[in-house]
């Protein structure tokens, strides 16, 4: 079956200071939903070109809620907690990272990665 390839701009995630910061999508494919933890600052960057925010020296992982095991541990409120963190605590957090590496030099400015500073996508 024949199919077209189309080229999507990747959502912005953040923009602050100037500096833009883009998601990336696993094997560069939007309908599969974007990668939680790696980011580039060019929309068109695919995500080999890409950064893995937790490499960051500024990241702070977000306290988790309560394990889900099978010691009665996995209640309705803890899966309600375990939704909230990935819904909004993580993205907190990175969205806190990438500020504070902004605001430390360790991304943008030339708009542009600092290598040194950064570990790769895998």
Known sequence: MPYRCVFVPAEKFLDYHGVRVYRTYPGNDLDRGPRTYIFVLRPEAGETDGFDVRGLPTWVTPPAPPSLDKFGMDTPENRAGWRIYR??????????????????????????????NLTRAA
Do not use: N
């Open 87 to 116: 819904e909004r605590a993580i993205p907190e957090a990175i969205r806190q990272t990438l500020r504070r590496a902004i605001d430390r030099g360790l991304i943008g400015g030339t708009g542009e990665t600092s290598d040194e």
